[in-house]
């Protein structure tokens, strides 16, 4: 990213920060997070709407040292409220527009919208790194088997890893235009921005009322050539995919992906079927479809990526034979803590 310091990292309605621009508001960011006491192992809630003020917040966060927290505005207030305790964050970066659907906070709240004029006071350059692959990167809270929200803490170890094998798996290149499609509250959202920003890519980002109907979906694919996106097998099976010759790379995730949308979808582009936990940094595994004959029952989760591991195991822990029904066992440096 930084041999093209011009080019455009972040889109969004028209709006665009270049690589230059974003990290110079990220170092501004970083450091006035400093001040408050971020650094390594503090987390700090981000709970903004999709803008480029999202991915100012996520990279000033790390640049910082500090692990982020996404929380998505249009939670219930109870909901948010619980995040915010549970997670102990030291700091909470939101907008003005926000404020009004955010529960009480009694820590440091710092809008990037409203208080943008005392950030900018700060000095624009790099800083040292603080932070290690052991530290936390993010904290995502998922509903957990109680129905409790969950906080699962991801390390930036397996960010890095997943950022690598994101950017070789979906072809990433500086020519690439990405569309950021998970709201930042979901895990998917990790291996939309990082990969795509880390290669110098396009990153678009977009209402969600706009990525939620099909047509201005459709519409947003074909007026920005969007080139690599992931969504899910459910939205997948009511667009029409003759309709996209710019998308050479999708990602289908979130849900079991049906054999007739593996086959609609994979002529003529890279077809991948995605699978993981919010535990593992977003993907234990890939499959590529390369074509579906007929009589397909299901479509596979593929082999674990890189530096990755996975097992099916017995009652005893015990490796079972080709063929036979265990669970499903994960191991590797994208394993969380």
């Known amino acids: 990213a930084a041999r093209q310091p011009d080019a455009v990292a972040v889109e969004f309605e028209g709006e665009t920060l270049t690589y230059a621009e974003l990290n110079r508001r990220a170092n501004q960011l970083a450091r006035y997070l400093r001040r408050l006491g971020v650094g390594p192992e503090v987390l700090v809630g981000l709970c903004v709407d999709r803008s480029p003020d999202a991915v100012v917040g996520m990279l000033g966060v790390h640049k910082a040292g500090g692990a982020y927290v996404p929380m998505d505005p249009d939670y219930p207030p109870e909901r948010l409220a619980y995040m915010l305790a549970d997670a102990q964050a030291a700091v909470l970066l939101t907008q003005e527009r926000v404020l009004e659907r955010l529960p009480g906070y009694g820590g440091h709240m710092v809008r990037l919208d409203a208080d943008w004029p005392t950030i900018a006071q700060?000095?624009?350059?790099?800083?040292?790194?603080?932070?290690?692959?052991?530290?936390?990167?993010?904290?995502?809270?998922?509903?957990?088997?109680?129905?409790?929200?969950k906080g699962v803490q991801l390390m930036h170890r397996g960010l890095v890893n997943l950022a690598a094998v994101v950017a070789n798996q979906f072809a990433i290149t500086a020519e690439s235009r990405v569309l950021q499609f998970a709201s930042l509250s979901f895990d998917a959202s990790v291996s939309e921005v990082w990969p795509p920003l880390l290669q110098g890519a396009r990153l678009y980002l977009a209402r969600r009322e706009m990525l939620l109907s099909g047509g201005d979906l459709l519409a947003l694919l074909?007026?920005?050539?969007?080139?690599?996106?992931?969504?899910?097998?459910?939205?997948?099976?009511?667009?029409?995919?003759?309709?996209?010759?710019?998308?050479?790379?999708?990602?289908?995730?979130?849900?079991?992906?049906?054999?007739?949308?593996?086959?609609?979808w994979s002529a003529g582009r890279c077809f991948l079927n995605g699978y993981g936990p919010t535990e593992t940094t977003v993907s234990a595994s890939y499959y590529r479809v390369e074509s579906v004959p007929e009589g397909t029952m299901t479509i596979p989760i593929g082999k674990p990526i890189a530096n990755g591991r996975l097992y099916v195991l017995d009652a005893q822990l015990q490796p079972v034979p080709v063929g036979v029904a265990g669970e499903l066992y994960v191991g590797g440096v994208n394993v969380g803590r």
Request: hydrophobic share 40%.
């Open 222 to 264: 074909q007026g920005e050539g969007i080139t690599v996106v992931t969504l899910p097998p459910s939205l997948l099976s009511v667009l029409p995919a003759e309709e996209l010759p710019a998308l050479r790379t999708l990602v289908s995730a979130g849900e079991a992906c049906p054999v007739e949308v593996a086959r609609r």
């Open 122 to 149: 700060e000095a624009d350059g790099n800083l040292d790194n603080w932070a290690v692959p052991d530290n936390l990167a993010y904290v995502i809270y998922t509903s957990g088997s109680t129905g409790r929200p």
